[in-house]
Structure formats: C-alpha cells, structure tokens
C-alpha cells in the first residue's frame, strides 16, 4: 500500500497541534485517521533523552500496525524535553517517511525558516505550514508535478524561464548543469529542439525540463523517453493545498531512504523471525557478554559462548547483564572436542594435520565454533573483538569453505550515516583483486545489499569518473565494470566512478549526468583493500557512521568477523545479520 503520512509538529515551543489536528481530520473526512505519538516520549523523559532511538521505534511500530491509508500523527512532547523537542519532531518524521507539517501560533516567517532548516538537517521533508487556530498558512494554492520522464525530486537548481520571444538557439546557450528549465507548452518549438541538441551531445544537460500549462503530447514524452533519458522532463500544474501536501507526503512515503534505525529495526525483526543458533566463541570478553545479553533481550538468537562457565559469569556479573538464557561451553574440556579432533584430522589428512595436532587446534575457540558450525551444532558464528580477522575466517576457509560456484570470499560493510545506510566492499579479505574478481565482489555485494533491504546500485570506485582520467588502475575498474555487465546484466552498476560522483547528486550532474547510479550509489566497491580499509575507517570515525559488519560473502555458512574495535552495538547487529543469513541458508 503507497502510505500517506502527515506529522504535525510545533514549530516553536509552546504551539498547541491539538487544534490543528481536528481541523485537519475534519477537511480530510473518512481518508485519515490520528494517532498521537506523545505518550511513547512522556513515560520517562530522561529515558527518551539519552535513548531517542528506543521510544522513536516504539512509535514507528505503533504507526505501522496502522492499516488506513492516510495517518496523521502527532507528538505533543513534555516541557523536559522541549530542549531536544524540534529535533525529536523531525527525526520521527524522516523515520516514519512523513511530510512534516509545521504548526505555527503565528505568521512570522522567521520563525517558519528556522524551522525548515532544522527539519532540513534531521533530514525531514516539510510539506506545508499551517496556523494553530487557521487553515494552511501561505496561499490555498500549491505548484504540483507530474514526472513524465527520468527521475525527479523537487528540483533545487536555478529555475531557467524561456521567454515568450526567445529561440531555441537562444535557450541551448543559456543551459547549464545547474539550472531547471521552465517551457511553456505551447512553445512545442522548444521541446523539440532541446530533444534535438540534448540527443547529440553538444550541450550541457539541464538537472530538468519542467512543462508549464497543459498536458504534454504523448508523442513529446515518447520521443523524450527514447532519445533524452537522463534529463528528467516534468509536468507542472497546480493542485488545493491539502491535495498537494497530501502528493507530497505520499511521495516522502515511498522515496523513504534506509536510515541507521529502519535498518536496524528490520534486522531485529527478521532475526527474531528465524531465530537461529549463533555461537560467540569471545565469552569472555566484556563486550561480548554485554551484545549477546542484549540479543538475548530482544530474541535475535539463540546463543552459545565459549570459554570457561565461571569466567564467563563472573564477566557478566562484573558488567551487571543477564546471559542465564545463553549455553555456555569450555572448548578444553567438552567432550565434543575429541570428535571435532577426529573430524578435523581426517578433513586436513592431506595437509599432514595429525590427530594430536588436531586434537590441539579444536581447543582453540575460534576452531572449535567453526567445528560447531560445520556439524550443525550451531548455524554461524561471529569473532573478531579479540582475535584477528586472520584467526577468524582461516578455520572457516579450512572446514567450512566456500560455496559451489564461488569464486572467492569477500566482505561488504554496512555503513549506516544518519541520513541512509551504504554497503562499502571488500574492506577486509582481498587485498589486490583482479578485474574478475572485483567484478564477483560487485555481484556478491548487490545480492548482499539486497537481502537486506536495500535496492542495490552500484558504484565502482577509482580516482577517475569515466574518461577523466588514466592510468592501469582506472583500467582496471573498467575492465572489472564490463565483466559485471556480462555476468550479473540486472544489477544496475557503474564505474570507473569518483566518490562524490557515487553519492552526492550535485557533483553527479556535473561528472556523470548520463550515469544510471551517480549520485544514488548505495553499494560502493573500493579497488583494492588498502583504499577498502581506509574508506570505511574514515568514515566511521569522523561521519560518526555505525559500522556494522564485515559481512563475509561466498562460505557455506555464515561466518562474521568483527573489528577489534567493535561496540557492543556493532556486535549486536553483527550477530543479527549472521542470525539473518543462516535463515536465509535454510530457505
């Protein structure tokens, strides 16, 4: 169902919405129903200040449950948070995909800018004002559009009005990659000729073409579509100001992107769906102990941790958590160890491997939860807070090996910055990949990046957009961005691309307009893992990004490696994405 949510938020402290509500129900008739948000922040206040993220979700899941088409939320917040009230407001807005309302006790425009620009930073959309005891505040009429061809989204360029007077060669001169072009519908003349001088390339495409006046002949918008598809070309009308805010929200709805918090929502509930059986062979690490008390909370997974039961406890007395729902096992003393001993000898009989060697290499941690993966005992495994990558995924590459038909293991991290969630790979296993195996990187991260819940487009990065620049390495990335058309054709991929070009729209228009992924990339493939690693720590730590991850790609069963520097939240949702890949191993 394409939602329509309206959420009505005080633009200053002090303004009532509860009169606004009414009136806009009443307006809206039998399309819409309210459901005030308030209580989730009022039950304890200071627990909302220092945890948003619990009460933001506990709203969204009350707002979900909703089925009607149209809701309009509220959330008239308690004088304790008034410090943090407006951006509370905006982030439940961008969280729940609706079009914000601002609610004003008066027309002072000031006040209405400065509110927009902080709806602006928490990533919210507004979609209209009204006043507290009136109608919508600013005229009862709205511009509205009609997307005919390309994509759009309420062009911030400079509007370009073409002249009663003016020829088309006059207004080829005048575009630019900046600007948004106003055609009347009658100057038919225009339109041609911009599909005409656009199709052979010797002018700079405009961000759009928008339409003034009445309906587009179709035979316009076909030949558009055909020989001009980059440039978006637009319908303008005008629509009742409730209409308009309503196409508005309904738009904010579905172009909702991924934030950290919806990602995460969605691990939790698809992990406590499958519910699957995940070993951590760390136990006694502090860190460790903390995540998996908190899986445990949310039923994300049955767990078991290694090490000594005593030691085990002791930690998570000393952190004050509750793991008595979690299995505990010391890999020295359990008799599984002697069968895992005989299993491994014969697996690595080849290798030389004897029985008391083997005997010794399964009472280590990390080979003793690989073994308990490979025999079923448990469905994946996640390490890496203590130990090294190395000693993590090497037993995993001994006896759990890759899948049939895959090239290699790699890794995709999700990156989740405030505003959307980024797939970065391979940031941790392969050091200098071919062309070929960059390209089974690219593949296997969009399929990754799709399974959980992103629509994959995908970036190649070099220090080159297209035929900017030269060089091996830029040969590379384009050979590498050929073999993934040939061997994954639906993925939609581009490169050899720059990271601005990749994920800022305005820098896209300018180096890569004709680009199907410039400016909207979400999985982004580094060249090589010297760039990898760097960009992900960058990243991480100075966008204040959540890391979660890596996420191997290419083993029979899931095994996760962790940064020794992990949180415990990027633990949590570590072990939630492995949990979510054994379901997905099951199906």
């Given at each position: ?5 309206l ?12 009169g ?14 309210h ?12 627990k909302?200040?220092k ?11 009350a707002?979900e449950?909703?089925t ?57 959309t ?10 919508w ?29 003016e ?8 575009l630019?990659?900046?600007?948004c ?29 928008l ?12 030949a558009?579509?055909?020989f001009?598809p ?5 319908q ?8 308009a805010v309503l ?12 934030t950290?918090?919806l990602?995460?929502?969605?691990l939790?509930?698809?992990?406590r ?14 860190r ?7 899986v ?15 030691a ?26 002697d ?13 030389g491997?004897?029985?008391?060697q083997?005997?010794e ?6 080979y003793f ?8 005992l448990?469905?994946?495994m ?7 990558t ?5 037993p995993a590459?001994e006896?759990?090996k890759?899948k ?15 505003d ?12 200098n ?39 091996a ?12 058309h ?8 581009d490169?050899p691309i ?21 400016g ?50 990027d ?17």
């Open positions: 169902m394409n939602r329509t949510i959420h009505l938020a005080p633009a200053q402290p002090g303004t009532s919405v509860e606004t509500c009414r009136r806009l129900l009443e307006e809206l008739g039998g399309r819409a129903i459901i005030d948000l308030g209580p989730f922040f009022a039950v304890d206040p200071v909302v200040a945890d948003p993220e619990r009460a933001l979700s506990a709203a969204i899941d707002v449950k909703i009607q088409e149209v809701v309009v939320t509220s959330a008239q917040l308690p004088a304790a948070l008034q410090p943090l009230a407006f951006a509370l407001q905006a982030r439940l807005a961008a969280e729940l995909g609706a079009g914000m309302v601002l609610v004003t006790s008066d027309t002072n425009d000031s006040l209405d800018q400065v509110a927009r620009i902080a709806a602006h930073q928490y990533h919210a507004v979609v209209g004002a009204r006043l507290a005891d009136g109608g505040a600013g005229a009862s009429e709205a511009s509205s559009y009609r997307l005919l061809s390309g994509e759009f989204s309420n062009c911030a360029a400079t509007p370009v009005h073409v002249g009663a007077d020829s088309a060669g006059e207004v080829l001169k005048r630019s990659s900046d600007t072009l106003v055609v009347p519908v009658e100057r038919m003349d225009i339109l041609i000729g911009l599909i005409v001088a656009l199709a052979a390339g010797k002018f700079p495409h405009p961000a759009a073409i339409v003034s006046g009445d309906t587009v002949p179709d035979s316009i918008t076909r558009w579509e055909r001009v980059g440039v978006p070309l637009v303008l009308g005008t629509a009742k100001k409730d209409e196409e508005q929200a309904r738009r904010a709805h579905a172009e909702r992107p991924v950290p918090l990602f995460q929502r969605r939790q509930e698809e992990a769906a499958v519910h699957k059986h995940i070993v951590l062979p760390e136990g006694t690490e502090p460790i102990v903390k995540a998996a008390a908190e445990l909370r949310i039923g994300g997974a049955e767990l078991t941790l290694l090490g000594t039961p005593d085990v406890r002791q930690v998570a007395s000393s952190a004050g958590v509750d793991i008595s729902g979690a299995h505990i096992i010391d890999p020295v003393n359990d008799p599984l160890r069968r895992f001993a005989d299993e491994y000898a014969e697996l690595r009989a080849k290798k491997i004897t029985r008391e083997a005997f290499k399964v009472g280590d941690v990390s939860g690989t073994m308990l993966v490979r025999d079923g448990a469905d994946g996640v390490s890496g807070a203590v130990n090294t190395a000693h993590t995924i090497r590459f006896v759990i890759t049939p038909g895959a090239a290699l293991v790699s890794s995709l991290f999700f990156m989740c910055l405030p959307r969630v980024l797939g970065f790979g391979d940031c941790a296993v392969n050091p990949p071919t062309a070929e195996q960059l390209a089974d990187i690219a593949a296997a991260s969009a399929i990754t990046a799709k399974q959980f819940g992103l629509d994959p487009r995908v970036a190649l990065l070099s220090y080159s957009t297209g035929s900017s620049g030269t060089g390495d830029v040969d590379l990335v384009k050979e590498a961005t050929a073999l993934l040939e061997k994954a054709p639906d993925v939609c991929a490169g720059q990271f601005d070009a990749a994920v800022d729209e305005t820098v896209a228009r300018s180096k890569a307009p004709d680009s199907p992924v410039a909207r990339a979400n999985v982004l493939i580094f060249p090589d893992l010297s760039a990898g690693n760097a960009g992900y720590k960058a990243v991480q730590r100075t966008a204040g990004a959540l890391a979660i991850g890596p996420v191997l790609q290419g083993l029979n069963k899931p095994v996760n490696d962790l940064s020794r520097g992990a949180l415990v939240e633990i949590v949702n570590t072990v939630l994405i492995t949990a979510i890949q054994a379901g997905r191993e099951a199906q």
